[in-house]
Nanobody, 123 residues
Framework: QTQLVESGGGSVQAGGSLTLSCTASVYSEINPWMGWFRQAPGKEYEGVAAISLESGITYLAEPSRGRFTVSRDPATNTGYLQMTNLRPEDSAVYYC????????????????RGQGTQITVTS
């Protein structure tokens, strides 16, 4: 059974930076994508970014482009989401997810997900 452990998150002022990490200690998916989606209060899931653990190919959702970077350490099956120039609208609970299909990772449909971490950006 896939196990994902998230770390990072917290509170930051607008314009600040944070980095999230997600480690897949055990997983059975073949050529999976690891990524993050987020959910703000009263809103639906929103995809943020993802990376192929095998190839390193990345995907950034439009609101993330130019501000966020996703990377991985294949030796530890850890993904990193580096977020810069954070905005109040980035405030949400961020979930790490793992799945063979990118869309499932970004749309919150992947059964394998982390516990979620709160990010709060104050103006």
């Amino acid at each position: 059974q896939t196990q994902l452990v998230e770390s990072g998150g917290g509170s930051v002022q607008a314009g600040g930076s944070l980095t999230l990490s997600c480690t897949a200690s055990v997983y059975s998916e073949i050529n999976p994508w690891m990524g993050w989606f987020r959910q703000a209060p009263g809103k639906e899931y929103e995809g943020v970014a993802a990376i192929s653990l095998e190839s390193g190919i990345t995907y950034l959702a439009e609101p993330s482009r130019g501000r966020f970077t996703v990377s991985r350490d294949p030796a530890t099956n850890t993904g990193y989401l580096q977020m810069t120039n954070l905005r109040p609208e980035d405030s949400a609970v961020y979930y790490c997810a793992l799945h063979q299909h990118l869309s499932n990772v970004l749309e919150g449909r992947a059964p394998s997900r982390g516990q979620g971490t709160q990010i709060t950006v104050t103006s």
